[in-house]
T-cell receptor, first 111, second 115 residues
Framework: KQEVTQIPAALSVPEGENLVLNCSFTDSAIYNLQWFRQDPGKGLTSLLLIQSSQREQTSGRLNASLDKSSGRSTLYIAASQPGDSATYLCAVKEAGTALIFGKGTTLSVSS | GAVVSQHPSRVICKSGTSVKIECRSL??????MFWYRQFPKQSLMLMATSNEGSKATYEQGVEKDKFLINHASLTLSTLTVTSAHPEDSSFYICSGRGGSYNEQFFGPGTRLTVL
């Protein structure tokens, strides 16, 4: 059964710092991997989707990488801002199934 | 991306009552709808998957008689929590997939509080 793990569970950084969030999954036979942002009490905002054939995706200050063979993905946030404070969720999709989520990393960026 | 709405966004009910949550795909036909539940500081846990016009498939440990799912049209799915109890208090999020999209699109969630 696929399991998704995110490390660290929580992270606090000063504004302007570059940071990396980690995601690992146990079964490498995934269809795609997606990173989401969730603000407290709110729904999900999709940040980046990486297909299994891709190595990385970029959007603005965000860069997500995927190493399917080792079961790992990273989300890189450049020049962090207080507005980046949120919980970041990693989710993987296998063929014919729903997205399976990790527990998330709660990020706090102080000004 | 496509848009999914949920209603209500927040509901408080008494123990023993039933609550219905609606999930609508606004600009695409969701052939498949997914319902997730999220407890505080926990991840989203898949409850069930439903395909339009078919019975929902429930994940292990989810009571199908307690969480009734209807997906009668390509734009609407409903989740009814029957005889709700305080332990059913949670954040319920729906997600749709279909049309030209292979991606899942998520609703804004419904916060259920059972007193």
């Amino acid at each position: 059964k696929q399991e998704v793990t995110q490390i660290p569970a929580a992270l606090s950084v000063p504004e302007g710092e570059n940071l990396v969030l980690n995601c690992s999954f146990t079964d490498s036979a995934i269809y795609n991997l997606q990173w989401f942002r969730q603000d407290p009490g709110k729904g999900l905002t999709s940040l980046l989707l990486i297909q299994s054939s891709q190595r990385e995706q970029t959007s603005g200050r965000l860069n997500a990488s995927l190493d399917k063979s080792s079961g790992r993905s990273t989300l890189y946030i450049a020049a962090s801002q207080p507005g980046d404070s949120a919980t970041y969720l990693c989710a993987v999709k296998e063929a014919g199934t729903a997205l399976i989520f990790g527990k998330g990393t709660t990020l706090s960026v102080s000004s | 991306g496509a848009v999914v709405s949920q209603h209500p966004s927040r509901v408080i009910c008494k123990s023993g009552t039933s609550v219905k949550i609606e999930c609508r795909s606004l600009d695409f036909q969701a052939t498949t709808m997914f319902w997730y539940r999220q407890f505080p500081k926990q991840s989203l846990m898949l409850m069930a998957t439903s395909n339009e016009g078919s019975k929902a498939t429930y994940e292990q440990g989810v009571e199908k008689d307690k969480f009734l799912i209807n997906h009668a049209s390509l734009t609407l799915s409903t989740l009814t929590v029957t005889s709700a109890h305080p332990e059913d208090s949670s954040f319920y999020i729906c997600s749709g997939r279909g049309g030209s999209y292979n991606e899942q699109f998520f609703g804004p969630g419904t916060r259920l509080t059972v007193l």
